[in-house]
């Protein structure tokens, strides 16, 4: 008895020891501790939509799903009861309570062993900071660090950054994970065997872990229902009812809407906790629930991708980058370049129309011709003789629409598309081929394209970030097409016919197309608020069996724009000045046709070498250039000089080179046609 009553004297002069020094470094801390030094951790970046809702979550560094929580967003009466239970005291302590640390001094001694712990919340936040072994040494540091941060934070910011940072099992740090995961919902309402559980989780998080051992934590979160029903926070049959209330068993995945494009953007700004995108929640979820259905109903190796874009605004706000993520493909197809085969004809024609070679009701030619050495057909294998504008591109048909690129010029169709900031990717050299898919575009660049027409030909970039600021026009906005260009284009794709068995709406203007080989089928339509384009085909690009932009992407076009939120009724564009809303009859002379059957592939100039004349000689200073000269001809035009090919200048009617000396020279030019020009000049010094 005597021995025990000496072990317990002992005991006590170490715990007064203790207390003494907690004191000594308390007081110290106040006079001569410099502040706590705090890294910021690191949170889990999150991607939201334009209303704040979350699409994708990612973990951090080390693997963590860790949320910064914000206060307000906490149910109120949660925040009760973990005072209650873990720090009654903590707007009135220093971050060291005094009283608590007696009472477990006494209970130590009066019992021999732990009762009750004497840490308060402060203390527990300074420990997730710092963690350290649990010694005596360290919990003196502890109450020391505690006593500073109080001293350097609020309240508020203590109590915010230990619901932040609280352990509650495996990777899941903060409240705001742990209800995402265990109960799939924020913390702005929780029940009453919710709020519990969160409040028992910490106090042991592995041991406690829902997932994989729910009688344990069950146990615990009973014990917490008790307390709080003891200290008058909830009523006998509030907690009877809560503990009747199983534990989650599993982790709710995390949100996981636009993974694609939510990637891109964590990519695109890594240190950006939060990244709020332009996208519409309901429109995001309704475009996965589509998803879902039309998946089952491709053939196998099959996916798609769906871009849709408010048309005033441009702010995306539906993104699926492929069918489903994980069984189909985790590329962001959207992105993916892809010959687009016809959907590029519209742009085509609009040119033309701009430059006063077209009206929808001229007659084109759809005969058998040749382009040089390129001979186009039509899908259909048929040829439909002399037929209107408006036809020809209803009917998608190939040789009208090469015929026009070629007066135009390839060259200035690409110029065209790259002003608005499509780039199209082709091998060698701008050529007709472009007509028909010849040259790779994106998703992404299609919609952009037809965004610009359905707001009358104005060019505006796509915008993915809320927090992006439009583009305001500063005098005369960039144009893809002049008003009454676009407006023509409009008026042909307004009634453009629906794929054979298809209804959709007739307030949806589309075109379609399809890549040799059936690689890829596209429909890309706008209305007079939204812009949608819809890609169907193999990740890996091979070949497809017979699947067309009009039997495959059309009907999944039709079910996005009717899936999409409704409008106030908007007016109809006005008529530009100068649009002819006339019959082909009425039209002039010069627009009736476009080039006339039979002589539409004859030059109206012939190659010809200007400079330097055949036979002339030319007086040259040592080191001049020899500049050479050309009219005529079907670009790209190819220079051989004394049988030297010279580099190729696109769109220029000249090029200059370095002379091979004096004496006589040859210099010959060959066209896309296969026609070519010579000249011999003969070259002395001055």
Known sequence: ??????????????????????????????????????????????????????????????????????????????????????????????????????????????????????????????????????????????????????????????????????????????????????????????????????????????????????????????????????AGLLSAEESAVATAMPVPTRRFPMPFLAPQLALRLHTAFPQQRLVRTTLDGPTERGLR?????????????????????????????????????????????????????????????????????????????????????????????????????????HRSLNVPAVAVLR???????????????????????????????GGGVTLEELVTLYADLADGGCIRPLRWLENSIPEKASGESPRLLSPVAAWYVDDILKAMPFPAGQQGSRDVRFKTGTSYGFRDAWAVGYNRYYTAGVWVGRPDGSFGRSGTGSSLAVPLLFNVFASLPPHSPRAALPVPPGVLQVRHVELPTALKRFEQPGIWLSRTVPLQILFPLDGSVLPLLPGQKITLKVQGGTPPLHWLYNGRPLPVAPGRSSVRCDSDGIGWSEAIVIDSEGDQAAVRFKIETQ
């Open 1 to 230: 008895m005597a021995e025990k009553k000496k072990w317990r004297c002992g005991k006590i002069l170490c715990l007064l020891l203790f207390c003494v020094l907690a004191c000594a470094a308390g007081t110290a801390a106040f006079i001569f501790s410099p502040d706590l030094q705090r890294e910021e951790p690191e949170w889990s970046a999150q991607v939201v939509s334009s209303d704040g809702e979350s699409l994708r979550i990612f973990t951090t560094a080390d693997g963590r799903w860790r949320l910064k929580t914000e206060l307000q967003h906490l149910d109120p009466r949660f925040l009760h009861f973990l005072l209650a239970c873990e720090d009654s005291r903590f707007y009135r302590h220093p971050g060291v309570d005094g009283m608590a640390l007696l009472r477990a001094v006494g209970q130590l001694v009066t019992n021999g062993r732990v009762i009750s712990g004497a840490s308060t919340i402060t203390m527990q936040t300074v420990r997730l900071l710092h963690p350290r072994p649990r010694t005596i040494v360290s919990k003196v540091v502890e109450m020391l660090e505690a006593l500073r941060l109080q001293q350097q934070l609020g309240r508020e910011e203590i109590l915010t950054l230990y619901l932040s940072l609280a352990p509650y099992g495996g990777n899941i740090e903060g409240i705001e994970a742990a209800t995402r995961l265990y109960f799939n919902k924020s913390p702005q309402q929780l029940t009453p065997s919710e709020a519990a559980l969160l409040i028992a989780l910490p106090q042991s998080p592995e041991s406690y872990r829902p997932d994989r051992f729910p009688e344990q934590v069950k146990g615990a979160r009973d014990r917490i229902l008790r307390r709080l029903n003891e």
């Open 289 to 393: 629930a589509l998803a879902f259905r039309v998946a089952r109903e491709l053939e196998p190796g099959l996916t798609f991708a769906v871009l849709v874009v408010e048309s005033d605004s441009r702010r995306v706000i539906g993104y699926l980058g492929s069918g489903d993520f994980f069984t189909d493909s985790q590329l962001d197809l959207t992105r993916a370049v892809r010959s687009p085969g016809s959907t590029l004809k519209p742009f085509i024609y609009g040119i033309a129309f701009e430059r006063g070679l077209l009206h929808p009701e001229s007659w084109i030619d759809d005969s058998p011709r040749r382009f040089g050495l390129y001979r186009p057909r039509n899908f259909d294998g048929c040829f439909h003789g002399e037929i209107s504008v408006r036809e020809a591109l």
């Open 407 to 437: 007066r135009i010029g390839p060259l200035r169709f690409v110029a065209r598309l790259a002003k608005a900031g499509v780039h199209l990717r082709f091998k060698g050299e701008a050529d007709l081929p472009l007509a028909l898919g």
